[in-house]
Each structure stands twice: as C-alpha cells, then as structure tokens.
C-alpha cells in the first residue's frame, strides 16, 4: 500500500512513500524471537487443523483471521471458542468470508487470554521531528487514529534521540502512564528495547502491540503484533522482499506490471502526468483548490500512444475515479501521442467520465486537434485544467 503524506497546515504534497505490512502471525514470529510475550498458538488453513490447534493449546482460544486491514475485532474477524469442536465450526464461517473485502486464507488459532487492562503501545518514526517516537495510552484495544481523534490527551509519546536508541528512563516513564506496578519495570524495559531493536533489526516503520495486555495474573502479554517495514530498505532483507506487493490494490498490482509509477489515495480525482516534479506539483495544486486525488500515474517521459491508452484504461475503469485530469507538459513526450492514447482508451473500454486535459510543449496543435474531434477541449495552463477538475469531481459527487 502507497500512502500519501500531506501536511495540514499548507495543504501540501510533501512526498510519498510505500509501506510493506505484515501479518499478524508473522509479526508475532519475530516479536516473539526477540522474546516478548505472545499467546501461544500456531497458523490453521483449514477448520479440521483450526480444531487440532485448539486441542493441543487447551480451550478456550481465540480465532483470528489474517488479513492485513485492521479493526478486525469490530468486523467479527475475531472469535473465541470453548471447545475444539467450536474451534472448527468457527474455523469454517471465518475461513468462508471477508474482512473489510480481504479474502480470509489463514486463521491464527491461540490461547484465550484473561486481561485485566488493555494497553497501546507502538514505536514508530515522526517523520516532522526526524525521530523515532514511542507512542503509548492507557486505552488500548481500539484503534490508534480513532483514539486520537476522540482522546488526543490520552496519547503519550516518548521521543528517541536516534543517535542512542533505547534507554531506560523511557521504560519508567511508560509505566507511569500506563499505571502499572514498578515491579513490572523490567518486563517493560525488555519490551520496549526489543522493540527498538526490531525497528532498527527490520528497517520497520511501525512495531505496534494493541493491545498490550496486562493478564489477569500481572503479566504482560502482547496480544495483537503489527509490524510495518519500510519497503525502500527491502533490498537489505531478501526474505521479505518476497512478500513485497501481496498488499497492493488490483489497480497498484496492474501499474505495476506496466511499469508505470502509480500511487493509490483516496479521493476522487484520477490524475495522469509524465515526470515526478510535475505530478507532485499536481497534487498540490488539486488539494489547494480543495479537491481530492484517486490516485497518480506518471508516464515517464516519451510515452507512445499505446502506454497513454493502458495508463488511461487503468483509470477510467477504476470505480472511484469520477473524473480524469491528463496535465502533460510536452517534450520527449509528445502530445499528439498523448491524445490519441486517450481517445483511443475511450474507445475500448466504453467508458465515459469526464476527462480534463492540460497540454503544453511538442505537437500540441495536433494533439489538441486529435482531442477536440471527440469533444475533448484541452487547457494549456495548469491552473485552470485543475480548478475545472475539481469543480467537476464536486459536480459529479453532489450528484450522486
Ligand atoms: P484487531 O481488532 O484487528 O485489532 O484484533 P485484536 O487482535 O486486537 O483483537 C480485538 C479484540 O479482541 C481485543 O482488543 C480484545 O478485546 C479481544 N481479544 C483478542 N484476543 C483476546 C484474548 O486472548 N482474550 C480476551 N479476553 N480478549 C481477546
Ligand atoms: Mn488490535
């Protein structure tokens, strides 16, 4: 998954960046290797091994569904069983169904837990202060951003000078605001060093336990593993870069393929530019004049018709898009190619959705020329093809 990082106050691109999630069970492996507490408990691909691990661990045990989306408590990804048998019964409904719209392939089966608390507990990099920072609640078990919105008081964050790591106050400072007795001071001291040292040991971007439970017999157990790496690191560790792009969305997996630079949001405003300078300059520009992007594609410089047509296909089938803004400053790039991608991708996939056009540079009389035959005008100021983007996508949107 691509995530775009936009910064409140200026509203403005600063970059982005990809993310390589892992599963729970996976995460739980690693955690647990470097000897933090998990439920004990094994991976089941089918009800009757969901049943067998249910036997082994003694019951009750919980049943969790793998996938990447979280919150799956709240969308019944997580059950519990009394017996094996119901381990099994359960094992069947989960392995059966979505979660959030990911397909359910593998169910962690573990031990039932008696908590007494749940906490939150995450290490992960801000990015505004270049630090790695520690980020704890006393109200763990619901989501982090939900908490954050409702409860903002209610997060402590530790900052790390990243030239010495890890040190120990920070544990005693954890305790403090998780209220928990000094005498778990070196549990939590283990924990939150472990946690540096996956961080630094995986190029990870999150290392985040929520909850952190505090057993109903004193301990600390880490009950839910999620761990981000940062997929730039990933030549640096041949073992995960495997598992790079099993996260993608259908249309990140297909730009992919094309080798086109594609990043996937959340707006509604499918955009197409050639050059990473003029693509950022575009998201800027749209989120100033208040609009949102679907996503980006940059073509590269020098994109024949044939790529424009497979660029342009690829969003005008994508369901959020509500309208295509094309900006293309001609060099390399030719814009009567450009043009004729486009009206060409029209043609095959049947589709129409309002398209804005910006050309500028080589062969824009002919591109335009080419546009305007299928009722296509083309802006040659960026401003302009913008504000009419997303006064469009507004259009559309009221509309429906
Ligand atoms: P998420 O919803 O995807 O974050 O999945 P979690 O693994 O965090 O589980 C969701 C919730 O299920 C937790 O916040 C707990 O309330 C509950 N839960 C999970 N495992 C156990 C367990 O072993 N014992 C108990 N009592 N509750 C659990
Ligand atoms: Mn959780």
Known sequence: MLKLIISPPARRTIFWYAEMKLYEFEGREIVASYGIPVPRGNVASSPEEAERIA??????????????????????????????????????????????????????????????????????????????????????????????????????????????????????????????????????????????????????????FNPLALTCDGRLVALDVKIIIDDNALFRHPDLQKLYGRDMTEYERRAKELGFSYVELDGDIGVICNGAGLTMATMDSILYYG?????????????????????????????????????????????????KGVVEAIKEVGISKPIVVRMLGTNEEEGRRILAEHGISAYSEMDEAVRRAVEIAKQVSSAT
């Open 55 to 208: 036997r082994e661990l003694g019951v009750p045990v919980v049943l969790k569904a793998q996938v990447l989306v979280g919150g799956r408590g709240l969308a019944g990804g997580v059950k519990f069983a009394d017996t094996p048998e119901q381990a099994k019964a359960v094992a069947a409904e989960l392995l059966s169904k979505s979660v959030r719209g990911e397909k359910v392939d593998k169910i962690l089966v573990v031990e039932k837990v008696c908590i007494s608390k749940e906490l939150y507990i995450s290490l992960t990099v801000d990015r505004a202060a270049r630090k790695p920072v520690y980020i704890v609640s006393e109200m763990g078990g619901v989501e982090i951003e939900d908490l954050a919105r409702k409860h903002p008081e209610k997060i402590h964050r530790i900052y790390v000078d990243p030239m010495v790591g890890y040190t120990d106050y920070m544990a005693r400072e954890t305790l403090k605001v998780l209220n928990l007795p000094w005498s778990l001071l070196p549990e939590v001291a283990k924990l939150m060093s472990a946690m540096h040292r996956i961080m630094i040991d995986y190029d990870a971007e999150l290392v985040e």
């Open 291 to 339: 609009g949102r992007p679907a996503n980006f594609l940059d073509l590269g410089g020098g994109a024949s018709s044939e790529r424009v047509k497979e660029a342009a296909k690829l969003m005008l089938t994508h369901p959020r898009v509500k309208v295509l803004l094309v900006n293309i400053f001609g060099g390399i790039t030719r814009c009567d190619e450009v043009a």
